[in-house]
């Protein structure tokens, strides 16, 4: 299953590097864009928020993790679309 994490990280005190390594050791990732994750994982996207939940400061931040359909559109590099499209939906 291919998952893409989105978040919005307010919280200018907060160490957010446990939750980077979080994100990295759901899977197989990929990062190209600064708040933005596209993960191949074995784990559902409830699964995967639950955890990362755990990450954030809940009272300021906000977190997305949705499963990428086959469908999409977008300015990439060629080596980001490589990447996406070499994954199973």
């Not at 939940?53 to 359909?69: A, P, S």
Request: with cysteine; glycine share 6%; hydrophobic share 40%.
């Amino acid at each position: 299953m291919v998952l893409i994490i989105n978040y919005a990280l307010n919280n200018g005190l907060k160490d957010y590097n446990p939750l980077f390594n979080a994100i990295k050791g759901c899977g197989e990732w990929w990062h190209f864009m600064e708040s933005t994750w596209i993960v191949n994982t074995v784990y559902s996207a409830d699964v995967v928020g639950k955890h990362l939940q755990k990450y954030i400061d809940t009272n300021t931040d906000h977190l997305l993790v949705m499963r990428l359909q086959r469908e999409s559109q977008g300015w990439l590099p060629n080596e980001a679309w490589n990447w996406i499209n070499s994954k199973q939906y």
